[in-house]
């Protein structure tokens, strides 16, 4: 079993895979500013650190805790803010990481497994579902900045010897996903359908996404660990879903129809977004196995009951 260090550990995906880190028998250490991540995600049994991964105190962490691995989802995660604010962006996704990296490179990190993003690296494309080899085309700083950084874990690998993975994750959903972020339309409406609000709809409702349920991503990350791969690997259903299905399989999960107002389109936000999976079919055996009708299913009935 290994050590293993979590950024963004108290957050939607990354607690989720902490829990399942932990269930596999690996010593966790989580890195968590909780500016997103909740303090009630954490799982008890890991060792927790509450640090702003831009801070020198990542450089401490990493000094007293000597992590065997590192999974790297700490992030500002909002492509909408990312064009608002693309400095701050840049200070989380790039500067960050950066600390991160350089933490690993001092500490004697064997692997760093990086989540970065499908839609908002590939920009729009006729290619669907997009394969990893299509050539980049951000729309947004977010979308540059998670490109720079897999850039620079290049970098890392070639001068410094650092295994690197990353997944590009499609729109991933589910139980703990924080509210408000840009990936989190299923969460938004679920929740405010649930509690009875009108939900905010950007557009005329027929933009496409490629949807992942949270248990499946997290099931891909843990394959990542084993494999020597450095590069990028896409992890999504290979399915386009519009707006407009969407709310349809969510009012038909609660048995109701909710409100929504529809709003004029973002600036910087792609029209169509579909993962190819073939390759992570081919590297890490991996395949989505819940469907989007299961996963709402299991989004609503987690809403219902949380706290």
Known sequence: MSKILVTGGAGFIGSTLVDQLIIQGHQVVVVDDLSTGKKEYLNPVAKFYQADIRTPEIARIFSV???????????????????????????????????????????????????????A?????????????FLPQPLSPYGLNKLAFEK???????????????????????????????????????????????????????????????ADVVAALLKAKEI????????????????????????ASLGQDFSVREEAAIVGEIRRSCLSRAKAKEILNWEPRISLAEGIKKTIDWTKTKK
């Open 65 to 119: 805790e000597k992590p065997e691995i590192v999974y790297h989802l700490a992030a500002q995660i909002a492509v909408r803010v990312s064009i608002t604010d693309p400095v701050h962006d840049s200070q989380i996704n790039i500067i960050g990481g950066l600390q991160v990296l350089e933490a690993c490179r001092f500490n004697q990190v064997k692997k760093i497994i990086f989540s970065s993003t499908g839609g």
């Open 121 to 133: 690296i590939y920009g729009e494309t006729a290619v669907l579902p997009t394969p990893e080899t």
């Open 152 to 214: 620079y874990l290049h970098f890392y690998q070639q001068t410094y010897g650092l295994d690197y993975t990353i997944l590009r994750f499609a729109n991933v959903y589910g139980p703990r996903q924080f509210k408000g972020g840009e990936a989190g339309v299923i969460a938004l409406f679920i929740e405010q359908a649930v509690t009875g609000q009108v939900s905010r709809q950007f557009g005329d409702g027929k933009q496409t996404r490629d949807y992942v349920y949270v």
């Open 228 to 251: 020597t791969y450095a590069g990028a690997i896409n992890i999504g259903s290979a399915e386009e879903t519009n707006l407009l299905t969407l709310r349809q399989e969510i009012a």
